[in-house]
């Protein structure tokens, strides 16, 4: 018998729970007016929208999904890789304060100062321009979240396996990727979200042109749309609702 769940768990959950509540209830609304503490009305029209032909909200999904999904990718390979080289290099703490770098100025600012090399490139305005634009920031990341996966632990597996006749690549097939997966699962779970909420990179790299969910999120609320930017909103938290789920359900009780 599970026992009941302490009283500060229960407001905890409701705080939490209460601004998704709201958003879903303005995404249904209309005609809220002072002085009605509720709509006058609720519809499903703002919901039926996303699946009519070529509108915006339908098109800044696919963009922000295709962007999240391309730089998690990236960075989880790439950072991966890159961390085992640097987790048992002599140097590893100056090369992981470099990873840290990014970090060090807010997105806009740093957006600011890498705007003028990407004009230069011609990359400016483009899909792939926000792509390398948060990689630069998601990458770091990757390497810093996968370095503590390198450790002696680590080696002495490998080592184990080239004492009894396997070769390098043996060790890492057979022994350390199968072992890494749960964490590559999740390093690509936040990559995926760093990209999926990034705001100042897109903004100002992709000038406005590259129409990404968080984008469209500003750019209701500068109209005055709340209908509409809650039900970006809205779309905007689902998918890490949906990853914290299948992590919780498929990866952290192997991982345990």
């Known amino acids: 018998m599970r026992k009941p769940l302490p009283v500060a768990l229960w407001i905890v959950a409701t705080l939490c729970i209460i601004p998704v509540v709201i958003l879903v209830m303005l995404s ?3 005609q809220w007016m ?7 009305k609720y519809t499903a029209e703002a919901w039926l929208y996303i699946f009519e032909g ?24 790439m950072g991966f890789f890159s961390s085992r080289v640097i987790a048992y290099h002599r140097h590893k703490r100056p090369l992981l304060l470099l990873a840290y770098l990014p ?36 990458y770091p990341y990757s390497i810093i979240f996968f370095t503590s996966f390198w450790n002696l632990r680590m080696q002495q597996y490998q080592s184990l396996v080239n004492t009894l ?3 390098h690549a043996q060790a890492f097939k057979k022994v350390l990727l199968p072992m890494a997966i749960p964490m590559l699962i999740t390093g690509f779970f936040q990559c995926f979200l760093i990209s999926w909420f990034e705001y100042g990179l897109t903004l100002i790299i992709g000038f406005g042109k590259v129409q ?6 500003f750019q209701y609320l500068t109209e005055a749309n709340i209908f509409y930017a809650a039900l970006s909103c809205c779309l905007l938290i689902l998918p890490p609702i949906v990853l914290l789920w299948v992590n919780k359900k498929f990866i952290y009780h192997k991982t345990v």
């Open 28 to 30: 249904l609304s209309q």
């Open 34 to 40: 002072y002085p009605f503490v509720l709509p006058k």
């Open 54 to 77: 070529d509108n915006k909200i339908a098109q800044s999904i696919l963009t922000s999904a295709g962007i999240a999904l391309s730089v998690a990718t990236l960075a989880t390979a």
């Open 103 to 138: 970090f060090v100025l807010s997105p806009v600012i740093f957006a600011v100062c890498i705007k003028y090399y990407f004009i230069i490139l011609g990359l400016a305005g483009t899909f792939w321009g926000v792509i390398l634009a948060q990689l630069i920031i998601a």
């Open 165 to 167: 006749g396997g070769s």
């Open 212 to 217: 990404s969910l968080t984008i469209k999120v």
